[in-house]
C-alpha cells in the first residue's frame, strides 16, 4: 500500500499548468470534482492493476472526464415517428425566422416582462396575448408551454367553479 503514497495530492493536480487550465475551462468546482473522482478510480483499481499513475496521466484521465461530464445531450434526429408534433422529439423545429428572432432577442436583454411605453414592469403574457386574441377572435388568450399546463388552465377548479 506504500506505493499509493506516490499519487499526486488533489493541490498538486489543481494547481499544475494543465490543471490551472482545467480550471480556467471548466471552473474550480467541476475541475476539483473531476480530480478526486480520477484520485479515487486509482485507489480502487491499485489491488487489481498494482500500479500507481503519474500526473499526466491522472490529467488527462481528469480531461476526459470533464468532456465527458459536458458533453451536450441534446442531438439532432431524423423524426420518423409519423407524429407530427412529437413530445419526446422536441415537438415542431423552429422556422428560419423563428431561429433568427430567438437568436436576435437572446443576444442581450429583453422586454420580456418590461413595458417600455409605462417604464414599469410588464407581463410576459402580453406579447402574445395581443397576437392570438386577433387572431382567434378570443377575449383573452394565455400561452402555456405543455400539456399539463393546458389541462390545469382549461379544468373547472382553475377558475374556482365549483364540482
Do not use: C
Not at 490543471?19 to 471548466?26: E, F, Q, R, T, V
Not at 500526473?55 to 439532432?76: M, Y
Not at 417604464?119 to 382567434?136: I, N, Q, V
Amino acid at each position: 500500500m506504500s506505493q499509493l503514497r506516490k499519487l499526486p495530492s488533489v493541490d498538486l493536480l489543481l494547481n499544475a499548468p494543465q490543471g490551472n487550465d482545467l480550471i480556467s475551462a471548466y471552473g474550480r468546482p467541476l475541475t476539483l470534482d473531476a480530480i478526486r473522482n480520477v484520485l479515487d478510480e486509482a485507489r480502487a483499481n491499485f489491488p487489481r492493476d498494482n500500479t500507481v499513475p503519474d500526473q499526466e496521466i491522472l490529467l488527462n484521465q481528469a480531461v476526459s472526464r470533464l468532456g465527458e461530464w459536458t458533453k451536450p445531450t441534446l442531438q439532432p434526429v431524423i423524426n420518423a415517428t409519423g407524429v407530427i408534433l412529437h413530445t419526446n422529439l422536441g415537438r415542431a423545429p423552429l422556422s428560419q425566422a423563428a431561429q433568427l428572432a430567438v437568436q436576435q432577442v437572446s443576444l442581450g436583454y429583453s422586454t420580456l416582462e418590461y413595458d417600455l411605453a409605462k417604464g414599469t414592469r410588464g407581463s410576459r403574457s402580453a406579447h402574445a396575448e395581443d397576437l392570438l386574441k386577433r387572431l382567434t377572435g378570443a377575449e383573452a388568450a394565455l400561452v402555456v408551454n405543455n400539456n399539463a399546463a393546458a389541462v390545469l388552465v382549461t379544468s373547472p377548479l382553475w377558475h374556482g367553479a365549483d364540482r
